[in-house]
């Protein structure tokens, strides 16, 4: 019987380390970007904010890039299964995780109205509203 609460976990977990890998791909390349910016900008004023709007056309240069690539890879067969996937991942380790989440609750919940608890109020150490 604890076979199935094991491969759940097991599932849960999977299904949040794969979340984990996209979004660390993602908080990499953000890193790459805010490295490559923070470098540039150690010279005198005028060069600063010479350097500052050579980063905004960059960064408008660069945004094209990706939403014309974006676009792109949208239209590939491949690129739009292997999003469909990350998503489906995402979903199904929310999935599991909240499923999981519930039904522990419920189990506490029941635990807790058990006969001779109810009008019971506590130890004092709350405060009153």
Known sequence: MTEQPEREEKATRKAWEEVGQHFSNVGKRIGEHYRNLEGEAKTSAETQRQTVNDA??????????????????????????????????????????????????????????????????????????
């Open 56 to 129: 905004i056309k960059k960064v408008v240069d660069e945004m094209d890039k990706a939403f014309t690539g974006l676009g792109n890879a949208l239209r590939d067969p491949q690129t739009k299964d292997s999003l469909n996937k990350a998503a489906k991942s995402l979903g199904d380790a929310l999935d599991s995780t909240f499923s999981g989440l519930g039904e522990r609750l419920r189990k506490s919940s029941t635990k807790k109205d058990a006969p001779g608890d109810a009008g019971q109020g506590g130890s004092g150490s709350e405060p009153s509203s």
